[in-house]
């Protein structure tokens, strides 16, 4: 089954997101905990997509106005996730070394939230006994 | 010379199909949360009144309420294709689409009317929070313009 693997190399890429998250909080030369507000919006980027795959049950067809929403708050929260350590860097409540590893930790976590919807999420009967 | 041009295609002649309304909701969902944080960022550099005129911030909310206003009705309750009357039927769905047109359009030449009146003609003021203001307005005018024109409701992609 392709599921052991993905779900290995997914749990993998969303530890070394947190890791970057946490070095960009931890490390002594910057030694500064507000980048943690960040796994607010962790948290809260599957949820609208989530809903919508659960209120919404016609999956045949194209288009369909509840995804289409989710989708755009989706994205709103990814751009916030970004924006929040980019405005602490301009403020200087942050240095720029640990916007960049905030940063560089966001990509990597988006990436795999993203590749387990990809993996995990397209199935024709949505079942919560998938594995 | 008329149509010299003809034959020169574009590269890459997007052909979505039935990812068209992903995409036009994924660049809207970035167009619009860009914008709220570029004045987010103006906000926080420039806090004081005299930098950044706390009323100045109506633009943006005015902007964010016709988003809203111009995306709550479809294309087809306004060409009247649903069955089923709201409570004002096609006309109502006409006026709502119309007024959340019209909040956009003001809410826009407002920003750019403060750009230019607050912010550029005073030379002693910084102009970068009028610039924030201007480029709020504008990515949530765009936002709004692909979400609502970017998407087909056609079932079949």
């Known amino acids: 089954m392709a599921g052991i693997k993905a779900l290995i190399s997914l749990s993998f890429g969303g530890a ?3 890791m970057f998250l946490m070095l960009g909080c931890a490390l002594p030369v910057y030694d500064k905990y507000w980048p943690l507000f960040l796994l607010f919006f ?7 997509y989530c809903i919508s795959r659960r209120v919404v ?17 989706t994205t709103g929260i990814v751009v916030s996730a970004f924006g ?14 640990a916007c960049a590893l905030v940063l560089t930790g966001n990509v990597v976590i988006f990436a795999t939230i993203l590749g387990f919807f990809l993996v995990f999420g397209s199935n024709d009967d949505f079942s919560w006994q998938q594995w | 010379m008329a149509g010299f041009l003809d034959n020169v295609q574009w590269p890459a002649c997007l052909d979505l199909g039935e990812k068209r309304n992903t995409v036009a909701s994924v660049a809207a ?7 709220w944080w570029v004045i987010i960022d103006a906000a926080v550099l420039y806090p004081s009144q005299e930098q950044l005129n706390h009323a100045f911030h109506t633009c943006g909310v005015f902007s964010t309420i016709a988003f809203f206003m111009v995306n709550a009705v479809s294309n087809g309750q306004v060409r009247g294709d649903v069955y089923g009357e709201g409570c004002l039927g096609r006309t109502g769905a006409r006026l709502w689409l119309f007024l959340g047109l019209m909040l956009m359009f003001a809410s826009l030449i407002a920003a750019t009317w403060i750009l230019f009146g607050a912010f550029v003609v ?21 936002s709004t313009l692909i979400y609502k024109f970017g998407r087909t409701e056609d079932l079949w992609g």
Do not use: H, M
């Open chain 1, 84 to 97: 929040l350590p980019i405005v602490f860097a301009r403020a200087s409540v942050i240095a720029w070394g």
């Open chain 1, 57 to 73: 049950d016609d999956t045949d067809s194209a288009s369909n106005a509840c995804k289409e929403l989710a989708l755009f708050l």
């Open chain 2, 29 to 35: 969902g970035v167009l619009f949360f860009s914008g």
């Open chain 1, 16 to 18: 070394i997101g947190l």
């Open chain 1, 42 to 48: 962790y948290i809260l980027a599957p949820i609208p």
């Open chain 2, 122 to 142: 005073v030379p002693s003021r910084l102009v970068y929070p009028g610039l924030s203001i201007f480029f709020q307005n504008l990515l949530i005018f765009f």
